[in-house]
């Protein structure tokens, strides 16, 4: 075997070698490395979204809209600007929430809403309209309640309820008012 087809297999290995050093330097000097993440600035950013979700029928179960949703690295939060969630019953339209923010966290399965929130129901053949405006709330979505400890102010068709703070487990139907409690029944 001549010399030059002996040292071929160690000028290749060799030869690769140096490309690898060289690929690894031009990689560990770009800007957007893993390294030098700005943890200030979105990950990723979704304008005009609109998400739906459906049961096992094919019924409608969920709408979501908002202007904008994003998340920041490392960071277990979503974000939403200007989110409408409807929620439906067996296919037809339970109620209704916007907000000017809100911000979903997924590891919990929480989320909060907040500047100019509004929940609305509207009127059916056996109960009036609902409409609630409070300037926070937080929704668990596991334990199925939502609660806030800001003021709200509830309209049950003709009748209005005020109050600062509450807590409603779906489950259960129940709902606590916490303090301040004012209300005018108007049958």
Do not use: C
């Amino acid at each position: 075997m001549n010399r030059a087809a002996r040292l071929f297999p160690l000028g290749l290995m060799l030869g690769m070698a140096l490309l690898a050093f060289w690929l690894n330097v031009l990689t560990m000097q770009r800007g957007d490395a893993p390294g030098k993440i700005d943890l200030s600035r979105p990950e990723y950013t979704i304008n005009r979204l609109t998400a739906k979700r459906f049961d096992a029928q094919g019924r409608p179960q969920q709408y979501l809209q908002a202007t904008q949703m994003w998340q920041l690295p490392r960071n277990p939060n979503v974000y939403l600007s200007k989110p409408r969630i409807e929620v439906f019953l067996q296919g037809l339209p339970d109620y209704t929430v916007t907000a000017a923010a809100g911000r979903y966290h997924k590891q919990q399965k929480t989320a909060d809403f907040s500047d100019n929130v509004r929940w609305e129901r509207k009127a059916t053949a056996d109960a009036p309209a609902i409409l609630l405006q409070t300037s926070v709330l937080h929704v668990d979505t596991v334990a199925r309640s939502a609660s806030n400890r800001a003021p709200l102010v509830a309209d049950y068709g003709t009748s209005q309820l005020k109050s600062t703070g509450f807590i409603y487990q779906q489950d259960s139907g129940q709902l606590n008012l916490l303090s301040n409690v004012r209300i005018t029944y108007a049958p």
